[in-house]
């Protein structure tokens, strides 16, 4: 089986994809305006009432993540094996969001996100599973006071389960020498060598 798995950056675009989609912002400058969290380059500053998220993507720690599941899976060669490592890690998704829509564009996201097909697809081909349950923080308003204006803010999170399947090539062993003693203390009485052929 293939590697499966994600890196940061690809699980970044991935969720920047999904929440421009959800907020209807398809068109290339209000791509932009779904940013993502310590960007190389800087970012334009924007108004008190333009509408704009940031999303934060990380691992979370949590005793699901340390799991691990192996399998000698297949032979790649008489020399070679293949153990595959199946496991699952928490990835958490911190939104802030701004602007005159502020509170609305945090529901618009949490509803979608139990709805949209679209997003349920795009997230199952990626191997990554919305948990519901604990997820989804109810968007939660958290104004900030700026430059003598009240900005509006909503910060809300999200959490997902991701499959993992990492490969690891492994050597096959050719040969054994053993030595075998007589007794605990007593000399050698045979050499063998046990050979994989």
Known sequence: MAEIYLTITQFEDLMQSIFC???????DILKENVRISWPEKGMPTWGVEENIAFIRCYEEDDPYNKEREHS???QVS?????????YTVVMRVDLI???????ENGRTIRDKMYSDEE?????????IYLK???SINTPKRNDEYFQGSWWKRVDMSLRFNELVIKSTVMQMIDSV????YEGDTGSKIADVNINNE
């Open 21 to 27: 989609s959800l907020l209807g912002w398809t068109d």
């Open 72 to 74: 000698d899976e297949y």
């Open 78 to 86: 008489p020399d070679e094996s293949v153990r595959e490592t199946n």
């Open 97 to 103: 969001i701004y602007g005159s829509e502020a509170f």
């Open 119 to 127: 997003t349920k697809m795009l997230l199952n081909r990626n191997h």
């Open 132 to 134: 519901p349950k604990e």
């Open 177 to 180: 020498d053993v030595a075998i």
